[in-house]
């Protein structure tokens, strides 16, 4: 029996990278439903076209920008109106920069905390409001590295937006607990993904596992949260960095 069988599931930032294997590893899982959710229509239309083909799951496209309010509260109002649940909500939108110090202005400093930290705590406080009357759920966040240890190449908003995550899930565990909802991050080291293109100065040898990560890596442990294996573990933040970091 697949882990997932007959769940509905939320996927922000599935147009690509570590949330499109997600949906995908999720919708493998016999779940019922998957909601696709990015700004990329036309690439987030082509992946839930992608699942519906390629597994038993019902798939849709919803485009939500998760700094707007407004799009936050029609992704949970269309999903309810498919589904008439959700049990699954990961969290995997976001946006990244390697800007200096130097160039973070108060507006880009608002900007990236506006989409990676508060649009990720507005979609777990559409979930919570839902599970808790369910008295069931799962929400899986996408942190960082750079959120546990700073970072080199990225920027100290991105870094920030990352550490702010790690505490937003710990927090929302503990008020999810009571009503059976659990509530925990992965923190993915260097994935290969269209977002760190641009990163070449990363050094595979660095690596203990000797190798760059792959979105399935990250995916794989987002559905163990997402299932009941994980069903006494909360508030946790899993490393999936290949022995980067090993705090």
Not at 97 to 107: C, L, R
Not at 187 to 204: L, R, Y
Request: charged share 25%.
């Amino acid at each position: 029996m697949k882990d997932l069988k007959g769940k509905v599931a939320i996927v922000t930032g599935s147009a690509g990278g570590i949330g499109e294997a997600t949906a995908f590893a999720i919708a493998k899982e016999e779940a019922e439903g998957v909601i696709v959710s990015d700004l990329n229509s036309d690439r987030g239309n082509e992946v839930a076209e992608m699942i519906r083909k390629e597994t038993k799951a019902k798939c849709e496209f919803i485009k939500t920008d998760i700094s707007d309010i407004t799009d936050i509260k029609n992704l949970f109002d269309k999903t309810l109106k498919l589904f008439g649940r959700i049990d699954i909500l990961v969290n995997c939108a976001g946006i990244c920069d390697t800007f200096p110090i130097e160039e973070i202005d108060e507006k880009q400093w608002d900007k990236m905390l506006k989409v990676n930290l508060r649009g990720t705590y507005l979609c777990c406080r559409e979930a919570l409001i839902l599970m808790k009357k369910a008295k069931y759920g799962k929400i899986v966040n996408v942190t960082s590295i750079s959120g546990q240890i700073g970072g080199i190449a990225t920027g100290i908003d991105y870094c920030t937006s990352k550490g702010g995550i790690i505490t937003l899930t710990m927090s929302l565990a503990k008020i999810g607990g009571p009503y059976n909802i659990n509530v925990n991050a992965v923190s993915p080291g260097f994935v290969d993904t269209e977002m760190t293109k641009e990163f070449t100065h990363f050094n595979p040898e660095s690596v203990p596992l000797r190798r760059i990560g792959k979105p399935e890596d990250v995916a794989d442990v987002i559905v163990f949260l997402a299932s009941e294996k994980s069903r006494y573990v909360t508030g946790a933040i899993i490393n999936v960095n290949g022995g980067v970091f090993m705090g």
